[in-house]
C-alpha cells in the first residue's frame, strides 16, 4: 500500500510516500480502507520524536474510511462500515488523567497517512453522516481535544464568555464552533487580520490583534475562561484577561514550554488552571453527538493528496493555514 513514512533523518527530510507491506488484523482489530486523513501538529513533532534508529513509521493520527478486514471476536464494527479513528489507544472511560500506557496512532504504532490501518475494534467509531469523507478524516484528535478542554476540564456553559488565544488551527477553530454553540461568547486573537475576519465569519464574538493590548481591546472587560495552546507567547496576557475565579485551561507551547507567572496575582485572582490533552473514548463519543445535534462541519483548509505531503506539512509549519489540511486517499 502507498504511505507517507517516516525514517532516518528528523524533520521533512526524513519522510518519503512509497509502498510499503500491508498488514493484516489480528484477534480484536479491524483494517480500515482509508478514504481521507487530517494533518495535526502532532504529526510536525513526532517527525523529532521518531527516533534514526526506530524502525520506519507511517505518521498520521486522524482518519476515515471503510472497514474491509476484521479479526477474529470482533463484534462491534463489521466489514463494509463508514468509520472514523479514535487516535487515543488505551483510553476508554473519562477519567481525570490517561491510564497508564495510553498512546496515540501514529507514534509508536503505525497511523494513517496510508490506504489503511489496522486499530484494536474499539477505536474505529461510526462515521457521522452529514460529514464528507475529508471532513470526517481530519475530525478526530482536534475535536477531541477541544471537546475535552472546553467541557471536561473548562467546564463551559451558556452565558459564558470564552476566549481563544491563537485562531486559525483547527483545535482553535473547533473551540470556536463548540463554544458558540454551546451558548457561550467567544474571543479570540490573532496577528493575522485574515484569519481575524474568517474567525468572526464563523460566529466569533470579537477578533482581537495579537499585536496589540488585549485589555484595551477588550474594553476592560474580563472573561470567564481561557483556553490557551500557545504557550509562553501569548500566556500571561491571556492570564491578565480572566475575570476573578476565572478558569485557563492550556493544552499547548507551540511558542514555548516555559512561562513566568506572577503568583500573588495568581491567587489573589482565585484563578483555576488545568491541563488538558485529547480525551476518552467516551468523550470522543459525547462529542460527535454533540456535532451531530448542532450540525457542525469541521473548517477546512486544504486538501492535498499523499505524493503531496511536502505542501501540506509546509503549510502547516508556517501556520498559513485556518481550519483542518485533509490528505484524500483512493
Known amino acids: 500500500m502507498k504511505a507517507i513514512v517516516h525514517e532516518g533523518a528528523a524533520g521533512l527530510s526524513g519522510v518519503s510516500c512509497r509502498e510499503i507491506e500491508e498488514a493484516v488484523p489480528k484477534q480484536g482489530e479491524v483494517r480500515i480502507r482509508l478514504k481521507a486523513a487530517g494533518l495535526n501538529h502532532r504529526d510536525l513533532f513526532v517527525l523529532h520524536r521518531h527516533q534514526e534508529n526506530e524502525p520506519p513509521l507511517v505518521i498520521g493520527s486522524d482518519g476515515a474510511g471503510i472497514v474491509d478486514e476484521v479479526g477474529a471476536g470482533v463484534t462491534s464494527v463489521k466489514v463494509g462500515d463508514e468509520v472514523i479513528i479514535n487516535p487515543g489507544l488505551g483510553w476508554s472511560e473519562k477519567s481525570d488523567a490517561p491510564p497508564a500506557g495510553f498512546e496515540i496512532v501514529g507514534l509508536p504504532f503505525h497511523g494513517t497517512f496510508a490506504e489503511s490501518i489496522i486499530v484494536p475494534e474499539e477505536n474505529a467509531v461510526l462515521k457521522p453522516q452529514h460529514l464528507s469523507w475529508e471532513e470526517a478524516g481530519a475530525l478526530s484528535l482536534a475535536a477531541l481535544t477541544a471537546y475535552r478542554a472546553l467541557f471536561t476540564r473548562g467546564n463551559v456553559k451558556p452565558g459564558m464568555t470564552v476566549l481563544i488565544p491563537g485562531i486559525g488551527s483547527g483545535v482553535a477553530t473547533f473551540l470556536l464552533q463548540f463554544a458558540k454553540a454551546a ?9 493575522s487580520e485574515e484569519k481575524r475576519q474568517k474567525a468572526l465569519e464563523i460566529g466569533a464574538d470579537k477578533a482581537i490583534d495579537s499585536a496589540g493590548s488585549w485589555t484595551e481591546a477588550l474594553g476592560g472587560e474580563k472573561v470567564d475562561l481561557v483556553i490557551e495552546s500557545v504557550g509562553a507567547a501569548t500566556f500571561n496576557q491571556s492570564l491578565e484577561q480572566l475575570k476573578t475565579g ?33 480525551g476518552s473514548g467516551e468523550e470522543l463519543n459525547e462529542m460527535l453527538q454533540f456535532i451531530e445535534k448542532h450540525e457542525l462541519h469541521p473548517i477546512m483548509d486544504r486538501t492535498y493528496t499523499l505524493d503531496q505531503f511536502e505542501e501540506a506539512f509546509t503549510r502547516m509549519e508556517k501556520a498559513e493555514q485556518i481550519g483542518k489540511i485533509a490528505f484524500s486517499i483512493e
Open 183 to 191: 451558548g457561550a461568547a467567544v474571543y479570540v486573537t490573532s496577528r
Open 246 to 278: 476565572g478558569t485557563i485551561v492550556t493544552f499547548g507551547a507551540s511558542a514555548g514550554d516555559e512561562v513566568m507567572i506572577n503568583l500573588r496575582t495568581f491567587f489573589y485572582g482565585q484563578f483555576n488552571m488545568h491541563g488538558s490533552t485529547l
